[in-house]
């Protein structure tokens, strides 16, 4: 891969992360959590024009801007980073966009869900987390942010920015 690619990745990555900035007011508390949906839509999009590595980064990068401003907890982290490895890796090996958007479910959803009980019980000192309440708290929200990704990239112009990166 050139620069001129690695360069218009980066800035589409970058695109992407400013959007997860403006679109993160409308989180939703729940719990130790604040779900934010639009992050599951966005890991949904950078999966397939971008892939996993930019969808991780751009995960990473919406995570902890979010956490300085005050707008999301630290189980921001497992949640957003491994839906999107697991949606890109997904997509990459089916080419299909529902893979990107079962990767964004189960990597959100279920695993994330799962790793965000020890750091809630240990690290926030949650005593009202359970195994399972992330899971059933973030599934929800990850089903509807992952299927209003893949809606977006039905209704977009995506054949342009294929070619842009």
């Not at 949640?79 to 080419?95: F, H, N, P």
């Not at 958007?101 to 000192?125: C, D, H, K, M, R």
Request: hydrophobic share 55%.
């Amino acid at each position: 891969m050139n620069d001129t690619v690695r360069l218009r990745k980066l800035a589409l990555t970058a695109l992407f992360v400013a959007v997860g900035i403006l679109l993160a007011p409308f989180s939703i508390p729940l719990g130790a959590a604040k779900t934010f949906p639009f992050q599951h839509m966005l890991n949904v999009l950078i999966a397939v024009f971008l892939g996993w590595r930019y969808g991780v980064a751009g995960a990473f990068c919406v995570s902890s801007i979010r956490i300085a401003l005050g707008m999301g907890t630290i189980l921001a982290y497992p949640g957003s980073m491994i839906g999107a490895a697991l949606s890109g890796i997904l997509y990459a090996r089916t080419g299909k966009l529902w893979g990107a958007v079962v990767g964004e479910i189960i990597g959100t959803g279920l695993l994330g869900g799962l790793l965000s009980y020890p750091l809630a019980a240990y690290i926030l000192g949650s005593r009202t987390a359970t195994l399972f309440f992330f899971v059933f708290a973030f599934l929800p929200n990850t089903v509807v942010g992952a299927v209003l990704g893949a809606l977006i990239y039905k209704v977009m112009p995506a054949k342009k920015l294929k070619e842009f990166v």
